[in-house]
């Protein structure tokens, strides 16, 4: 009797999770990609799941109507290719929960959020997503501009954007944000100090196992920009920038929290925790993942990837509990010589008497 009642609801559950990861509807790149709009516009109690086949979806302008899922269908690259005519993602309604899971948005160009902007009190959210070639022409954020809601990048790779006074990603107004193993590379703002990534208004940013490096100007900069204050949270991520890796006002450097990371640039008046390293974080810089750190970085082993959302790295491959900070896991047998080497480094001959201190 005890097995029946027990058993029951575990299938109940299985099924019900599975009816919820099941695609809704499964399009491929050579229909018009109105057909992508159109099934998010579905009529229907349930959010659509939108699977796209394999290929390149041009003119790819999308709004967000309604919450919805966009989901890469097998293994091979999905391209929403906004050819430069607009963003690939405008959020047009409250209470909307977008995603997007696997798919390349790219050659976004808009006055602000070159690829996605959000202005309504929605949540979006990209998960093992690639933002590259997109462009602000005027406000910032080349790849990203949100100023309500929520906005969560997982596994998240934002390269080679371009856009006036932030690179990558424009936080504004009352947005809550979160970077959990993203990568923000080789952005390039207009300005020479300008960032890749910039808070204002009452702003919140969350940057956990993340790498923000290689960009234009600083690497995170708080502006000052009306009442409320802007909040910072970095934690085993690595951010590098010139001048500063993070760029605050003197009276604002208690909004900024910095534990467990590395930090290449200035950072003001924030006050670091004992754990987190001030240099070069010691990337291998070549191969296809040149941003991955190599034997000898201090970055080995000084993280913590307790949060379920951050055991894979940026490629997927698992990380320890205490892992290497940044985005991508350093390989294992680099972990094992660095950790070796720095046991050698610590072993010190103990004194014969006082005299020998």
Request: aromatic residues 4%.
């Amino acid at each position: 009797m005890h097995a029946c009642y027990v058993l029951v609801p575990i299938v109940v559950i299985a099924l019900a999770a599975a009816d919820a990861d099941a695609c809704t509807v499964t399009l491929s790149p050579d229909g018009n990609t109105a057909a992508i709009q159109h099934a998010i516009d579905r009529p229907g109690k349930a959010p659509p799941v939108v699977c796209l086949k394999p290929g390149v979806y041009r003119g790819a302008r999308l709004l967000a109507t309604r919450s919805a899922t966009i989901r890469r269908a097998g293994r091979d690259k999905v391209v929403l290719d906004a050819g430069g005519q607009g963003r690939v993602l405008t959020v047009v309604a409250d209470g909307v929960d977008f995603r997007f899971e696997g798919v390349t948005l790219t050659n976004g160009r808009a006055e602000r959020g070159g690829a996605v902007e959000n202005s309504k009190a929605s949540s979006l959210t990209l998960t093992d997503c690639w933002l590259f070639g997109n462009t602000a022409t005027l406000h910032g954020g080349g790849a990203i501009a949100a100023s309500a809601g929520s906005l969560h990048l997982i596994r998240t790779r934002a390269t080679g954007n371009s856009g006036d006074r932030a690179a990558a990603l424009e936080l504004t107004g009352t947005v809550r944000a979160r970077l959990l193993g993203t990568l923000v590379v080789d952005n390039e703002a207009k300005g020479t100090a300008d960032p890749p990534v910039r808070l204002s208004g009452q702003a919140r940013l969350d940057v956990i196992a993340s790498t923000i490096a290689y960009n234009s100007g600083s690497g995170i900069v708080l502006q000052p920009d009306g009442p409320g204050r802007r909040t910072l949270h970095v934690a085993s991520s690595i951010v590098m920038g010139r001048p500063d890796a993070i760029t605050v006002a003197r009276g604002e450097a208690g909004d900024v929290a910095v534990e467990h990371s590395v930090l290449w640039g200035g950072y003001g008046f924030v006050a670091l925790d004992l754990h987190t390293q001030r240099g070069l974080p010691g990337f291998s810089l070549k191969g296809s993942e040149r941003y991955r750190p190599e034997r000898g970085s201090v970055a080995i082993g000084l993280g913590q990837c307790a949060d379920p959302a951050v055991r894979m790295d940026l490629t997927g491959k698992p990380r320890p509990h205490r892992c290497t900070v940044g985005a991508l896991e350093a390989p294992p047998g680099d972990v094992a010589a660095t950790l070796a080497d720095r046991k050698k480094a610590q072993t010190k001959q103990k004194p014969k008497d006082w005299r020998d201190i």
